[in-house]
């Protein structure tokens, strides 16, 4: 299969800005409409929800000429409408970013869908390389910036990291020339499991940090020189001299000074 007869569907939802709480488009969801652009062929953008949130003219913005909206109401599963329509439209590249930056956000509609359209799922994907016949080339993001390159078959569901190409930036002008085309599913159902529940904004809960304890000399040298990797810190229970006072001693251990 040739990248442009390749059927391409994004699935976005609303996102929320960290601090402002405003709604605006959802990272991820943005990263995945980006790499759906690079790589050509025809694009379907889908979201379950409500047609007239703001939130959805910025993926507008971004070049769309239309965006498919589901309707259907806050506390209704999205999984109840979102796997009718992909069985009737069967794309072949079903891409979603990896959880929704507000609401239940648990990640597991992706899985949800891979389980029912009966796909492979590769997630947390940074780009896709090449595309021949049926057979895919993905790049999967690992922590520390690593990669890791993986070969699957079409069709095939993903889920984009972050670490992807960043979206581009919006234009009032495409926003206001695309269109949102609503669709009524037939029988939304409400999510039951989530009735009930409470929701309140999560804290970040400071780290304990871990203390480190050196023997030697020249462990101390080591602890007072190195660089904190992986977002690791560490507390080196000794004056404001500590390195200078490492030094010394590890040279007076080496016998190049003497006390």
């Known amino acids: 299969m040739q990248p442009e007869h390749l059927n391409i569907a994004v699935l976005v939802s609303e996102g929320r800005h960290p601090v402002s709480g405003r709604a605006r488009r959802a990272l991820q969801d943005a990263c995945a409409l980006e790499v759906a652009f690079a790589l050509g ?19 507008l913005g971004m070049g769309l000429q239309r965006m498919t ?5 806050q506390d209704d599963d999205a999984l109840s409408v979102l796997a009718p329509y992909l069985d009737e439209r069967q794309p072949d590249l079903l891409l979603t970013g990896i959880h929704a930056e507000q609401g239940e956000g648990s990640g597991m509609l992706p899985y949800l869908l891979a389980e029912h359209l009966g796909w492979p799922l590769v997630t947390g994907i940074a780009a896709i390389e090449s595309i021949e016949g049926d057979e895919v080339t993905l790049l999967q993001a690992l922590p520390r910036g690593q990669r890791r390159r993986i070969t699957a078959r079409l069709p095939l569901v993903a889920s984009v990291d972050e670490a992807a190409a960043s979206p581009r930036q919006l234009a009032f002008a495409r926003a206001r020339r695309g269109a949102i085309t609503e669709q009524l599913p037939v029988a939304p159902r409400r999510d039951a499991e989530s009735h009930g529940w409470q929701w309140q904004d999560a804290r970040p809960r400071p780290k304990r940090l871990k203390v480190a304890r050196a023997k030697t000399a020249a462990d101390r040298f080591k602890q007072a020189t190195a660089k904190a990797q992986g977002g690791k810190g560490q507390i080196i229970r000794d004056d404001p001299q500590a390195a200078a006072q490492a030094i010394y001693d590890l040279l007076v251990e080496e016998g190049v000074l003497r006390k």
């Not at 062929?41 to 993926?59: F, K, M, N, S, T």
């Open 41 to 59: 062929g025809e694009l379907e953008v889908i979201h379950a929800g409500d047609p007239e949130r703001p939130a959805l003219q910025d993926y």
């Open 69 to 73: 909206v589901l309707r259907q109401g």
